[in-house]
């Protein structure tokens, strides 16, 4: 089997193409060569920390800057790097073409100077990062706090292009020294920013701090060598257990792990949605696209949808009908949103016709021609395999009381859509005590804000070493030494 494409080791701004051996995708239909990072994983990391002092030398405006350069510089239709990401992730990623293009129209504004400035300010704060923050303790001393990057190797998700963008944004905010491991289900978009990078800032301290390259999880020879306090001190791991569990082996005092696993997310809409007609449409419209962006292949996806619709019949039919709309509105999504899915999961299908043939238990809507469907419980529990809810599959399920849905919400439970803003503010303190991370409104589940915490956690505060200096005036702070020549004396 010929590789499909070659994903190069750009290497603090260096291209390199030498030495290819060869990987599968994961679906097994392809492979692809990427040069061999065992033969030069001791050139990953700095020799010295002290190297990147050259970071600390920049003014933020300077990195507003750079990073404005390189967005403008991320024109889809201008940018040959991004288009043969693009080429490559049509092989290597479950999701369909205009789906795929609209992932990689997306990233120029992440790189905005109002946008960068934005995520630097709420997520870290621009006082810290610039210099040193003053502040008066309680007992007298003085402290100084500044925020220092780390040396971090990054294991980005390969569920759109705009993850490997956000992982570099993080990095040159923070003033850190990056390694990036590309996914293999989206192999060249890091590589293509990378490579974007080196050619509007060449040699510049930003581009020297960064390296993109492949090298198959849990290879041991590569990962051995490199994941070191000595070489690193934080990795940032996008993934599940299988994903991260090989990384967890290396975890010890002086390196870090900052784990973004996938989670899961549900709706809640209130007895309002069932006012009238119009009202039933609009929520409809707005659960649909929840379920249906990048056909359900995110984290903040819906997948289970709770109706305060009560279980009565009226309450039931409330539901059937609202699963109906949902299935309507999810089928005539555009295509930059939302498609029929590639690769449909078969054994989930088979419990969705299962479940077809369950009438008292279960309606099904759609589904015959694996376009995605709405399954409606007819009583208050979810489908016994709601955790493979995928390709555009849902559950719709009627309950009497939120009771109902707090006992579904644990620290798994990422992004919650609400209906209406006002049942969204009564639960919010009740749903974060169970592990919800993010409440929403109903439509927004996927439209996720970059400066915000993410996954119950603010990661940009994580990746940043906290660095305190303080001065104690004897005046002020009393010293040890005294109080031992008091009590000597007394």
């Known amino acids: 089997m010929s590789a499909a494409y070659t994903v190069p080791l750009v290497l603090r701004g260096e291209l390199i193409t030498d030495d290819l051996v060869s990987f599968g995708t994961r679906s097994g239909a392809a492979e692809f060569e990427a040069p061999d990072i065992y033969r030069i994983v001791d050139r990953l990391p700095l020799s010295s920390p002290a190297q990147m002092a050259d970071l600390y030398e920049l003014s933020f405006d300077e990195i507003l800057d750079v990073l ?21 992730a049509l092989v290597a990623n479950v999701l369909p073409a205009r789906m795929l293009e609209n992932s990689y129209r997306v990233l120029q504004p992440l790189f905005s100077r109002p946008n960068v400035l934005e995520v630097a300010d709420s997520e870290v704060g621009l006082d810290y990062l610039n210099g040193w923050v003053p502040r008066r303790l309680a007992d007298g001393r003085e402290v100084r706090v500044r925020a220092f990057g780390a040396r971090a190797v990054h294991i980005p998700a390969g569920n759109g292009g705009l993850v490997s963008a956000v992982t570099v944004l993080r990095s040159v905010i923070t003033r850190s020294d990056a390694i990036i491991k590309a996914p293999s289900n989206d192999p060249l978009t890091a590589v293509a920013i990378a490579r974007t990078l080196a050619e509007v800032a060449p040699g510049h301290p930003i581009t020297r701090h960064l390296s993109v390259g492949y090298w198959k999880g849990g290879d041991v020879e590569v990962e051995e060598a490199l994941y070191r306090p000595e070489h690193i001190e934080k990795i940032v791991a996008w993934g599940g257990l299988a994903s991260v569990k090989h990384v967890t082996r290396y975890i010890q005092p002086g390196l870090e792990l900052i784990s973004l696993d996938p989670k899961r997310s ?19 419209r ?13 984290c903040a996806n819906a997948r289970v949808i709770y109706v305060l619709s009560g279980t009565d019949e009226a309450g039931i039919g409330n539901a ?3 699963g109906e709309m949902i299935y309507e509105e999810l089928t005539t999504l555009p295509e930059f949103i939302s498609t029929a899915p590639r690769f449909p999961n078969r054994d989930l299908l088979e419990y969705v016709e299962s479940s077809r043939l369950t009438e008292d238990f279960y309606r099904v809507i759609g589904g015959r021609n694996r376009e995605g469907a709405i399954i409606v419980s007819q009583f208050d529990s979810q489908v016994d395999y709601s955790s493979m809810l995928s390709g555009r599959v849902a559950n719709v399920v009627p309950v009497d009381s939120i009771d109902k849905v707090t006992e579904a919400v644990n620290s798994y439970t990422q992004t919650i859509g609400i209906y209406p803003e006002s049942l969204k503010r009564r639960l919010r303190d009740t749903l974060g005590l169970f592990g919800a991370q993010r409440l929403t409104s109903l439509g927004y589940a996927c439209s996720v804000p970059i400066a915000a915490p993410q996954d119950g956690i603010e990661p940009i505060r994580r990746m940043c070493k906290w660095i305190v200096e303080e001065s104690c005036d004897p005046d002020a702070v009393t010293p040890l030494w005294r109080l031992a020549a008091a009590s000597r004396e007394a």
């Open 68 to 88: 404005q350069a390189l967005g403008d510089a991320l024109a889809f239709d201008a940018n040959p790097h991004l288009q043969q990401a693009y080429e490559a």
């Open 266 to 284: 549900a709706t809640i809409i209130g007895p309002e949605a069932f006012g009238d007609d119009e009202t039933m449409r609009e929520v409809a």
């Open 286 to 298: 707005a659960a649909a696209v929840d379920i249906g962006v990048a056909n359900q292949e995110g």
């Open 320 to 322: 059937n009908r609202l």
